[in-house]
């Protein structure tokens, strides 16, 4: 299995490399990974702070702490606002947005945590047809 990923944003100003070994990968269902995604869920690899160097960009990185929160943050390149990875608060381990990572193999998902605050809609997303790129063309 690699144990070092590349990571980029959407725009490709901000590069960076993440390196294992990964201490946890969660998909993360809680109201401010959902609200801060726009999506289902957060889905973040940790690896200690040691493990990820910036290759490009780190000037355009912005980082947002959540007041009143005792660890929740964000980072994201400036240009396009995809989220990069971001430092916890007491300096010890990175949060990596995986799906910035090209081709990310480094550990299994381990938990879907706080899964009683998922969306209403999500069970059903789970059995909603899937469809590849071909199918979307075709139809
Ligand atoms: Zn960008
Ligand atoms: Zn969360």
Redesign the pocket.
Known sequence: MANEFEGACLCGKVQYMVKGPFLRF?L???????RSSGSA??A?VFTRAANVTFTAGEDKVKRFDLPDAEQ?ARAFCTECGSPVPYLSRDKKVYVVAVGGLKDFEGRKVDAM??WD?RSAWYDGALEAPRKTAADLANS
């Open positions: 969660f993360c269902h809680c109201s401010r990974c959902r869920h957060g973040n929740f945590v706080h605050s």
